[in-house]
């Protein structure tokens, strides 16, 4: 299990704007590529974004391009996701996640935070 705290979720309107934080030890913060995904009530989990351990790479989801980013803050052992203009579909546990098995793809993460709560009122 990737060792992660995540933060930053909360109640916000739609058009809002939230940043998640997920604070990972050393170790999988320098060798694995991370990400997010979330699941709202009801659905599968959801692949939103991922960066490459030395974050030159990152990529977003297609449904989720141009309004999230995904960045990473070495001295801090942290990844963001920055969410702007929400919507009520956004509401969902995120999940801030390692590849530990190596790669960065969708599939290649199967290591999970706790997860913390984004809700958007409409």
């Known amino acids: 299990q990737v060792q992660s705290v995540e933060s930053g979720g909360r109640l916000v309107q739609a058009g809002g704007s939230l940043r998640l934080s997920c604070a990972a030890s050393?170790?999988?913060?320098?060798?694995?590529?991370m990400g997010w995904f979330r699941q709202a009530p009801g659905k599968e989990r959801e692949f939103v974004a991922a960066?490459?351990?030395?974050?030159?790479?990152?990529y977003v989801a297609d449904s989720m391009k141009g309004r999230f980013t995904i960045f990473k803050d070495s001295p801090k052992n942290t990844i963001y996701l920055q969410m702007n203009s929400l919507r009520p579909e956004d509401t969902a546990v995120y999940y801030c996640t390692a590849a530990l098995r190596g790669g960065m793809g969708p599939t290649d993460f199967d290591s999970w935070g706790q997860g913390t709560q984004v809700t958007v009122s409409s």
């Open positions: 960066i490459s351990w030395t974050g030159v790479s990152a």
């Open positions: 050393r170790r999988t913060f320098d060798t694995y590529a």
